[in-house]
């Protein structure tokens, strides 16, 4: 019976070290706050990475040119070229864009003891001791015995070796892990050293270094990791911890809970609104991030405005749009009428896309009489097959027949319960006299697909052959 019970123990254990998922440290604290960044490094963003329930905040320790200790990255501070050629007065007297001075170690600490978050302390480089910067070391050693600080809850991490090994020695219960990338987890543990912290694209080069070192009984974390993909692939991977400038997403992603990105890319403002309003709707009350992004302002859709006059009052339609749907926007830098495909600005897409980390993308279908939506799909369409093909893509259509031709739809998404309110957004665009559009072009449009959806109103979507379909959640239907 012992025997049994021993052997569900070891069985037991492993399944939860093979479906552990990674904890999530803020790096330089939770500073990358919508609507409101915070300083790095700064005591606000220590607090705000511990009320998000982050598992860890990273922070750094410099040694100022009179041997005190400061927070923060380096070598630059606000105007100071490099923090540790100067003294910790003048340090303390800059301040942070929320007003704060540098913060001193002891600060630090001090909060430290009132947070419940995991404190990843950085000792950094300096350039005074080009054999390991050891003095650094011994400076924060005595800091932490000053403040009594709980070694065996924190996370020590440098690119010194020296540093590392004489952590390890001193806090043997501590989790030191080295930054630097160059050793195997073999040649660290030869070293003492139980934990390693790379960067992902050493992992990408040798994902066996994970499973090594958990073998070992060592530590992986994994810095700093941003995009979504890359986040997703360190959770594959299996590290332990995955240090971050967005915490929340990475929490999201680890927990399955991140909503799909969702980018409608229109030619000018109204595009998007016309031709998938109905399906922008339905996926923002469904839990999708849906953003739309417009190629031009519409700089040539006013008679008697000039660009800038009508650029301004087309953005500002766009906006009123967006606030019925609910959806965000993003404006890029075409020109109305003047839209043009070179490398510049199949470039300027790819970056809009890299940047937004989309799931799903809608855009104009190619064979169009308007110039522009055809241009605008050449460059998403690019950008799809220079990003891997990450996203799925899906082409909507405007005045079928006389603008978008030769379409023949895929998908369906059922509008019926919403063509209201996609109406409303579009009206928003009281410069384009949408009315008369719709009662001659996109009304009988959507009757039109609704017949062949069996429905009252529908959108039609071509989608590209060889994406998937991953919002069946809306009833989307193939044809």
Same mark, same amino acid.
């Given at each position: ?11 037991? !254990? ?16 939770? $500073? ?6 915070? =300083?790095?490094?700064?005591?606000? !963003? ?100 000053? *403040? ?11 690119? !010194? ?52 070192? *958990? ?7 994994? $810095? ?22 967005? =915490? ?19 030619? *000018? =403002? ?102 522009? *939506? ?12 220079? !990003? ?38 579009? $009206? ?7 009315? =008369? ?43």
């Amino acid at each position: 019976m012992r025997r049994i019970i021993l052997i569900l123990a070891v069985i037991l !254990s492993q399944a939860a070290v093979l479906y552990a998922q990674p904890k999530v440290i803020a790096h330089r604290g939770y $500073w990358n706050i919508k609507g409101n960044i915070l =300083p790095h490094n700064s005591l606000a !963003s220590y607090r705000a990475a511990d009320s998000i329930g982050a598992y860890g905040s990273e922070f750094d320790v410099n040694l100022t040119s009179d041997n005190q200790l400061i927070v923060c990255h380096g070598p630059r501070i606000v105007s100071l070229p490099d923090v540790q050629k100067e003294t910790f007065e003048t340090v303390r007297g800059e301040r942070l864009s929320n007003g704060e001075a540098p913060p001193s170690l002891d600060e630090y600490l001090s909060l430290i003891k009132k947070c419940k978050i995991r404190p990843v302390l950085e000792i950094k480089e300096d350039y005074r001791d080009k054999g390991g910067y050891l003095p650094v070391f011994e400076k924060v050693a005595e800091a932490l015995k000053k *403040h009594r600080m709980n070694m065996d809850d924190m996370t020590i991490i440098s690119f !010194s070796l020296e540093v590392c090994k004489a952590a390890a020695k001193k806090y043997p219960k501590t989790v030191v892990q080295y930054l630097g990338g160059e050793k195997s987890p073999q040649e660290l543990k030869a070293l003492g050293i139980k934990g390693l912290d790379y960067h992902y694209s050493v992992f990408d080069k040798h994902p066996e270094w994970v499973g090594q070192a *958990h073998s070992l009984g060592m530590d992986v974390n994994v $810095w700093t990791v941003d995009r979504k993909a890359d986040i997703k692939r360190m959770v594959d991977l299996g590290v332990d911890q995955i240090t971050t400038n967005n =915490p929340v997403t990475a929490q999201q992603i680890i927990d399955g809970t991140l909503p799909k990105k969702v980018l409608i890319i229109g030619a *000018h =403002p109204d595009d998007p609104e016309t031709g998938c309003g109905g399906t922008m709707i339905l996926m923002k009350r469904a839990g999708y991030d849906v953003k739309c992004v417009y190629l031009t302002r519409g700089e040539a859709g006013i008679a008697g405005k000039n660009n800038d006059e009508a650029a301004a009052i087309r953005s500002e339609e766009a906006r009123n749009a967006c606030a019925v749907t609910g959806a965000e926007y993003r404006f890029m830098t075409q020109i109305d009428g003047q839209t043009e495909i070179t490398k510049e600005r199949y470039d300027e897409m790819l970056k809009l896309i890299r940047e937004e980390e989309p799931d799903i993308v809608f855009t104009h279908w190619p064979i169009d009489g308007h110039r522009d *939506h055809r241009i605008c799909s050449i460059l998403v369409y690019d950008s799809w097959r220079r !990003s891997g093909r990450v996203f799925d893509l899906y082409y909507f259509e405007v005045m079928s027949g006389t603008q978008t031709q030769n379409f023949q739809p895929t998908d369906y998404v059922d509008i019926s319960s919403v063509v209201e309110e996609k109406h409303n957004a579009c $009206w928003c665009h009281v410069s384009q006299d949408m009315p =008369p559009l719709f009662e001659g072009w996109h009304t009988p449009m959507e009757v039109f697909r609704g017949i062949e959806n069996r429905c009252k109103a529908a959108e039609a979507f071509v989608r590209q052959t060889d994406g998937n379909r991953i919002f069946e959640s809306l009833n989307l239907k193939t044809k």
